[in-house]
């Protein structure tokens, strides 16, 4: 089994910065890529970033140049550092765990991202 813990949330202004992380435990050899979803109220939840073991990132397009996602192998912890945020960026993030072939491993019980003035 694979436990994750996230933290980092809270309220920020726009264009502040937050930086979420997330720790992974257990199963840790099964775990190929990590994941930052998100999920606003009355929408969809959706991929903001992923990374991979090998440092292979992808973004959502609404989040490219503004955030960076980051892995450290050794602490099995992955972050997000969020720049400019803005208001829409307001939801829950939850940390996901992937295998090889992409397929849900675990995930978070999420972090609420507030951004307001």
């Known amino acids: 089994q694979l436990q994750l813990v996230e933290s980092g949330g809270g309220l920020v202004q726009p264009g502040g910065s937050l930086r979420l992380s997330c720790a992974a435990s257990g199963s840790i050899s099964l775990i190929y890529a990590m994941a930052w979803y998100r999920q606003a109220p009355g929408k969809q939840r959706e991929l903001v970033a992923r990374?991979?073991?090998?440092?292979?990132?992808d973004y959502a397009d609404s989040v490219k140049g503004r955030f960076t996602i980051s892995r450290d192998n050794a602490q099995n912890t992955v972050y997000l550092q969020m720049n400019s945020l803005k208001p829409e960026d307001t939801a829950v993030y939850y940390c996901?765990?992937?295998?090889?072939?992409?397929?849900?491993?675990?995930w978070g019980q999420g972090t609420q991202v507030t951004v307001s003035s």
């Open positions: 996901y765990t992937l295998n090889r072939a992409y397929l849900l491993l675990s």
């Open positions: 990374i991979t073991t090998s440092g292979t990132t």
